[in-house]
């Protein structure tokens, strides 16, 4: 294999993983806010023998 076109894949190689970790996030989640509290909050029971 030629010198240059090995050292050509090597650099392409090296250049898609830095940009696959470096570029913008590909994540396709929702954006969903802040979420509603519709609960009770919990207050723990008081002992009887305090």
Do not use: C
Not at 7 to 28: H, K, L, N
């Amino acid at each position: 294999m030629n010198i240059s076109k090995l050292f050509a894949e090597m650099t392409q190689y090296i250049s898609e993983a830095v940009v696959r970790i470096f570029g913008p996030s590909d994540d396709a989640y929702p954006s969903t806010g802040v979420q509603p509290f519709s609960g009770e909050p919990f207050h723990e029971p008081r002992r009887a023998d305090w």
